[in-house]
């Protein structure tokens, strides 16, 4: 792991937006690029899990924009004395607000990204629900969803095929600037593109409930490795309706008498 803490993406919307200025683009003809670590080629020290690198064809300007080039540059030389200024590329539905401007999108442009990504997330919920399997737990209080990690090649071809959206979209030089702003946390976005297991576990019984607000439920996520170890957890207390907004692989298996006692 790197030796230095995060620095929050609003420092680099921050530092960046009186420096950078936007400009319209100018127009492209294709270039064939080989995309480096972190945009491909991923890996992680604990995981040891890592995406095999892929050649895409790229849009390159024939006049290139300098400022971008410069963009890329000072992260660059940021980074060599240790300042990190990872932003995460997505926010919500949304492509990132200061992506947008340090990568000088259009409106299209970002749409675009933002239809790219939230396909690929389908895609993966829609691969990791057909391998899941439900259980209880030996006291019959808490749902316990397992979720296998996919194959390498399931993995691979949607994240190829987001790759090959972002590299057409954003073209060579622009591709480059978004590998040193995204890092390591592109691939975390999406959880390392299945190739880490989930265990949810979800109570059955509710841990609170008021008019009003509806029954919110104790809920765990455990990030796994490889050998079936524990990477990360998270927890929370949720509504139904949430899970099934925000987690719709544990939705898949919520029982459904808990499903008609929901909050809208």
């Known amino acids: 792991m790197r030796p230095f803490l995060l620095i929050a993406c609003s420092l680099v919307g921050g530092f960046a937006a009186g420096w950078f200025a936007h400009t319209s683009q100018p127009a492209v003809t294709p270039a064939t ?22 050649t895409l064809t790229a849009t390159e300007a024939p006049n290139s924009d300098p400022r971008i080039s410069r963009r890329t540059q000072a992260i660059r030389e940021l980074t060599q004395v240790g300042f990190i200024m990872y932003c995460p590329a997505f926010s919500g ?12 999108l259009t409106v299209d442009e970002s749409s675009r990204l ?5 396909e690929a997330k389908r895609d993966l919920d829609a691969a990791r629900l057909a391998r899941a399997i439900s259980h209880a737990s030996d006291d019959g209080k808490t749902l316990i969803v397992e979720v296998p990690s996919l194959d390498v090649s399931t993995s691979r071809a949607i994240y ?22 995204t890092g390591e946390s592109f691939e975390a976005g999406f959880e390392q593109f299945g190739l880490l297991g989930l265990r949810y576990e979800f109570s059955l019984t509710p841990s609170f409930a008021a008019e009003g607000l509806g029954a919110h439920y104790d809920i765990q996520q455990h990030r796994l490795t490889p050998m079936g170890g524990t990477l990360a ?14 987690v719709p692989i544990l939705a898949h298996f919520i029982p459904s008498e808990l499903r008609t006692k929901k909050q809208p």
Not at 33 to 54: F, K
């Open 233 to 246: 957890s998270t927890s929370g207390r949720v509504t139904v309706s949430f899970i099934e907004k925000n």
């Open 114 to 118: 933002a239809l790219a990504a939230q």
């Open 93 to 104: 539905d949304s492509f990132s607000p200061q992506l947008t401007q340090l990568l000088n």
């Open 160 to 181: 190829d095929r987001l790759l090959n959206t972002v590299s057409a979209t954003l073209g060579a030089e622009r591709v480059e600037l978004f590998s040193e702003l």
């Open 33 to 54: 690029v080989t995309v480096q670590h972190p945009i491909v080629n991923t890996a992680t020290e604990t995981t040891g899990l890592r995406v095999p690198t892929t």
